[in-house]
């Protein structure tokens, strides 16, 4: 069979071919980041051979070292690869575009006919669902993150500050330091991912963005600028894992701005989970509830902009990341507070989603599945939306 668009590593591909593929990828592209990279490794690695297998593993390990959505960002890498700067805006554009178009949508039907009896019987089905899929990445990704003692109390110390209140980025920034004295301190530490150092550096730079976007995130009226500016912050200091991302809009929008309700917030991470692309079109979603389609635009381009520069200025700081023992141990730490965060808003969309006796059902139906086979996500969530429907419909 002759391979589409074959044309070998080190050669560049026209813009159109770039744009195609991602706006095939970002299409079809269910069941969150694994599947996303799984299918560019397909198509970019096998068929097309646009990049031999150690480079698209060299592209996937760089998107590790930074924040944001990383297979969005490794459709970045390749773009730039491909097709130098045009390409990078190429491809992370068609990659993002077909699911905030999807998102947008459905945003705009949740608006117009949410409160229609069969749309609240499938969202009352989905988000059990969701509970259930961010719990089993937690327990999947705290095998690799808690893998020591130490990491493990630091974790353990991240849920008691998260619980008092204390926000979350000084949670991370915190557990960045303490590991990172600790290592200068004892040495490194033993399996220690040296190859992860560049997050914590852009956690850094995001702290900073913080305290110059902060009049924004305390404005008591919406508007597109605050959103704009939460957004970015959002996008600029997000890392560890994609499911993080419901402890920042929690702390954000839920607590500190008042801007959405738990439920509206669950509603978004639904659609989030049930729709292809990027689980950051979340923020695609919450922008069109909170402010229409202008809204819906900015929530994207503010989450996504971080990612677009990242990729852009981190190949050349790469090899020197890599190398720094102490920046890998604070990473380690990020990592493992990133997993107190995920721990503690798992519970408390918990709370507001496991209600009855089907939704609690629902639940550990679908972490079983998710435990004794891999079952798409986006499978189980459609199938949990038919649940909802069926437990409305026998219901009197």
Do not use: C
Not at 26 to 44: K, R, S, W
Not at 252 to 276: I, K, N
Not at 299 to 323: D, E, N, Q, Y
């Amino acid at each position: 069979m002759e391979l589409d668009g074959e044309v070998g590593p080190g050669t560049r591909s026209s813009l159109s071919e770039i744009g195609r593929l991602f706006l095939k990828l970002g299409t079809i592209g269910f069941g969150g980041p694994a599947a996303h990279i799984a299918l560019m490794e397909d198509e970019v690695v096998r068929r097309r051979r646009w990049l031999s297998r150690e480079a698209f593993l060299d592209y996937v390990g760089a998107t590790n070292l930074m924040p944001g959505p990383n297979s969005t960002e490794l459709a970045i890498e390749i773009g730039r690869d491909r097709g130098g700067w045009p390409g990078l805006l190429v491809a992370g554009v068609s990659f993002i575009l077909p699911a905030a178009t999807i998102v947008t949508v459905v945003a705009w039907a949740y608006v117009r006919f949410g409160q229609l009896p069969a749309s609240l019987a499938v969202l009352a089905g989905v988000k059990p669902v969701v509970i259930a899929i961010v719990a089993q990445a937690l327990m999947r990704l705290g095998r690799t993150a808690l893998r020591t003692v130490p990491l493990a109390l630091l974790a353990a110390a991240a849920v008691v500050a998260t619980l008092v209140g204390v926000n979350e980025l000084i949670v991370l920034l915190s557990a960045a330091l303490v590991a990172m004295l600790a290592s200068a301190i004892t040495g490194p530490t033993r399996g220690a991912p040296v190859a992860s150092s560049g997050a914590f550096l852009a956690g850094g730079f995001s702290w900073q963005s913080v305290t110059t976007l902060g009049a924004f995130m305390t404005a008591p009226v919406i508007s597109l600028g605050g959103l704009f500016a939460t957004f970015l912050k959002i996008g600029a200091v997000l890392f560890g894992s994609g499911y993080v991302l419901l402890a920042f809009l929690r702390a954000d929008f839920v607590e500190r701005l008042g801007w959405l309700t738990e439920r509206q917030l669950l509603d978004a991470v639904a659609v989030g989970q049930v729709t292809p692309g990027p689980l950051f079109t979340t923020a695609t979603f919450i922008g069109y509830v909170l402010a229409g389609v202008p809204g819906a635009i900015v929530a994207t381009i503010g989450i996504f902009l971080p990612a677009f520069v990242f990729v852009a200025i981190s190949g050349p700081l790469i090899p020197r990341l890599r190398r720094s023992r102490v920046a890998g141990a604070g990473l380690d730490g990020v990592n493992a507070a990133s997993l107190a965060l995920m721990a503690v808003v798992t519970w408390q969309l918990g709370r507001a989603a496991l209600v009855d006796v089907s939704s609690a059902f629902i639940a550990v139906a679908s972490a079983t599945l998710l435990a004794m086979r891999r079952v798409n996500s986006a499978w189980l969530v459609l199938a949990g939306g038919l649940a909802g429907v069926a437990v409305a419909a026998l219901r009197p």
